[in-house]
């Protein structure tokens, strides 16, 4: 059984930083692409950053961010360990969501559709407010 366990949310103030984890098991990780997902309350779920399988050669580890996250947010993955991460910092308060981690064994180039992805966590509240 696969299981994604999300961990890492909280309440930050603007300006604050905070480091989502996402364990997976039940899977072999490193086949799959992984990523972030966000909802805010009222809107559609949005896909945040993603990283692709180093074992397919023709993606091979890249990493795709979302316009409104570019250069504030870093996804990685430790494949021993079976966990993905996203540091999130500069946080604005319109980055206050629940964050999903999600697997997809989408191969080609990023973002993946969200359609495609097969498993999911079951979030994490990220909260940004003074």
């Known amino acids: 059984q696969v299981q994604l366990v999300e961990s890492g949310g909280g309440l930050v103030r603007p300006g604050g930083s905070l480091r989502l984890s996402c364990a997976a098991s039940?899977?072999?990780?490193?086949?799959?692409?992984t990523g972030w997902f966000r909802q805010a309350p009222g809107k559609e779920r949005e896909g945040v950053s993603f990283?692709?399988?180093?074992?397919?050669?023709?993606?091979?580890?890249?990493?795709y961010y979302a316009d409104s996250v570019k250069g504030r947010f870093t996804i990685w993955k430790d494949n021993a360990k079976n966990t993905v991460y996203l540091e999130m910092n500069s946080l604005k308060p319109e980055d206050t969501a629940v964050y999903y981690c999600a697997l997809t064994p989408w191969n080609e180039a990023l973002p993946p559709p969200e359609y495609e992805f097969d498993y999911w966590g079951q979030g994490t509240q990220v909260t940004v407010s003074s």
């Open positions: 039940g899977i072999t990780f490193d086949y799959y692409a």
């Open positions: 990283i692709s399988s180093s074992l397919i050669s023709s993606t091979d580890g890249s990493t």
